[in-house]
């Protein structure tokens, strides 16, 4: 069974940086895709960032210059790094991965971690 498990969340005042990371564990794993999500009160969940495998990242346009999505195929790792923090960045973040398997998508959330700026 795979796993991912999330890390890094917490408080911080508008303006600081704050790093999430995620890692897979379980079976044998590697993901076509890894990424984070996002879900404020009320709104519904939405891409933050995403790399694939081969290395290529897609960024939502309101983190892009703010964030960066890293990512370790052989740890089966991904990171991201928040600068420039704001309130509306407030949310639980999701870490995300998605495998294709003889044509077959399959998809694994973590269970979320609080990241809360402060004005």
């Known amino acids: 069974q795979v796993q991912l498990v999330e890390s890094g969340g917490g408080l911080v005042q508008a303006g600081g940086s704050l790093r999430l990371s995620c890692a897979a564990s379980?079976?044998?794993?590697?993901?076509?895709?890894m990424g984070w999500y996002r879900q404020a009160p009320g709104k519904q969940r939405e891409l933050v960032a995403a790399?694939?495998?081969?290395?290529?990242?897609n960024y939502a346009d309101f983190v892009k210059g703010r964030f960066t999505i890293s990512r370790d195929n052989a740890k089966n790792t991904v990171a991201l790094q928040m600068n420039s923090l704001k309130s509306e960045d407030t949310a639980v973040y999701y870490c995300?991965?998605?495998?294709?398997?003889?044509?077959?998508?399959?998809?694994?959330w973590g269970q979320g971690t609080q990241v809360t700026v402060s004005s």
């Open positions: 790399a694939t495998s081969g290395g290529s990242t």
């Open positions: 379980g079976s044998i794993f590697s993901a076509n895709v």
């Open positions: 995300n991965a998605i495998r294709n398997i003889f044509g077959v998508r399959h998809e694994y």
